[in-house]
């Protein structure tokens, strides 16, 4: 109860959560017309447009106006040049009844926010505040509670500092607490540094508790598919097209799978299967996020394959794949996950003949079925060389334990019997331990490999 009474606190209400209220928002994109900070796969226009998306995404944000401007750097101070930043805070001044401004840039500094909300007389967000915010609007289990009050950390570091340079002017540099000999700053990060502890310990035994649950499915050997893909791009739709459970409700919006959850489904074979849906990607994911999220990536790391689903008719398609493959690789997931991971290009209904340019890709519409078999086929076929299962052929006495044995260990796809001789052809597929094991307890029982 006590533990339980701890956890509660960890992921009870944020200091930094925005609350339920309505917010109306310019959202302003610094456009970067050259250097290293400029992505050469997108533009400023389709980055504006993935920011009013995350806005839209929450209940009572209105976007009031959609603002690019062009900066050289975007690490400065104000963002902009000085003739910009008074272009857009004449522009900002106008907006009638305007209460934030969400500043597309992945994380600007607390004394960045402080100056420019002073300039604007409005709230600033950040990439970092909005997603987390989004994040926080959609987490519903205590995982993703305690990822996010982990992402939390720095941000409440930042603000921190930000105080105590506050209180130093106010109080002209009386720093320390009535006879503790600790500043306010040492005792504060000494806080921090305990809640972090405590939400790691946390985590680490959640990761314990999923650990214990992916040996058990090891035992029972189901293959394990992680669906993966940019936020949005059709993986929940894809699983509840693969495996046909009702109780699965896609939403049109991103983040809105947070938590990993698995899905049972059948391969052509009848081979029985878990697919696992993933948090989405996003361009720009602050680093912080990642790192936070981790434990819940790292399920990906034990599945038997990986299927990269991609929404090909968005404009950006070509850089959510980089997005995508750029967060894999530092996972550090095995090499063999990597080269063997399928690739689906989905919502094909809304390009006419649609043909996939990259060689082995595969067109489908999650949400009308298009290629949803030529899809499992693949699928069996990478599952079948990345566990080592073989369909073979066995001949069987019906009178003797096999056949049941047989249904218990492995995956029966057709029995034919020979009723004149009491015997049977049984076709299965047989992981390598089951069949080791029924070589050894059936030593004289016929084996025909398909």
Not at 74 to 103: S, Y
Not at 234 to 252: F, M, N
Not at 402 to 415: D, F, G, H, I, M
Request: some cysteine; glycine content about 6%.
């Amino acid at each position: 109860e006590e533990a339980e009474a701890e956890l509660e606190e960890l992921v009870g209400p944020s200091p930094l959560a925005l609350g339920p209220g309505a917010q109306r928002v310019a959202v302003v994109h610094p456009a970067v017309k050259w250097g290293p900070k400029k992505s050469p796969l997108t533009t400023a226009e389709l980055q504006i447009a993935e920011a009013v998306a995350l806005v839209d995404t929450l209940q009572n944000w209105t976007v009031l106006d959609k603002i690019i401007i062009p900066t050289k750097n975007p690490d400065k101070k104000f963002v902009f040049g000085k003739g910009n930043f008074q272009v857009l805070t004449e522009k900002i001044r106008k907006l009638p009844h305007l209460t934030a401004v969400f500043l597309n840039v992945e994380r600007i500094s607390s004394l960045t926010k402080k100056e420019l909300e002073g300039a604007w007389g409005v709230k600033v967000f950040d990439r970092y505040t909005v997603v987390l915010h989004i994040f926080r609007c959609n987490a519903r289990t205590k995982e993703a509670k305690l990822q996010i009050a982990l992402a939390e950390i720095p941000l409440l570091r930042s603000n921190l500092k930000n105080e105590v340079s506050q209180r130093d002017q106010q109080r002209g540099g009386s720093r320390y607490i009535m006879g503790s000999g600790e500043t306010f700053m040492e005792t504060q990060n000494r806080i921090l540094k305990e809640r972090e502890l405590k939400i790691r310990n946390a985590l680490e035994k959640l990761r314990r508790k999923r650990s214990l649950l992916r040996t058990q499915r090891r035992k029972c050997e189901f293959p394990m598919i992680s669906v993966m893909g940019y936020t949005n791009c059709g993986k929940t739709t894809l699983i509840k097209a693969l495996t046909g459970e009702a109780g699965l409700q896609p939403r049109d919006q991103l983040f809105a799978t947070l938590d990993i959850t698995a899905h049972a489904g059948y391969l052509p074979s009848r081979m029985a299967v878990i697919y696992v849906d993933t948090i989405g990607f996003l361009t720009d994911l602050p680093h912080n996020l990642v790192e936070s999220f981790s434990a819940t990536l790292e399920e990906v790391a034990y599945s038997d394959l990986i299927v990269h689903v991609r929404d090909i008719t968005h404009p950006e398609t070509n850089l959510q794949k980089a997005t995508v493959l750029s967060v894999l690789k530092n996972l550090n997931l095995p090499s063999r996950l990597l080269d063997s991971m399928v690739e689906v290009h989905n919502k094909v209904d809304l390009i006419e003949r649609y043909k996939p340019t990259e060689e082995n890709a595969l067109a489908i519409s999650a949400l009308h079925g298009h290629g949803l078999e030529e899809l499992k086929q693949e699928i069996e076929k990478k599952i079948l060389t990345a566990t080592g299962k073989q369909i073979l052929t066995v001949n069987i006495n019906l009178e003797g334990p096999q056949l049941s044995w047989l249904y218990k260990e492995a995956t029966v796809q057709e029995v034919e019997v020979m009723p004149e001789d009491g015997t049977a052809r049984v076709k299965v597929i047989i992981g390598c331990s089951a069949f080791g094991r029924y070589k050894n307890l059936f030593p004289n029982s016929k084996i025909f490999m398909s």
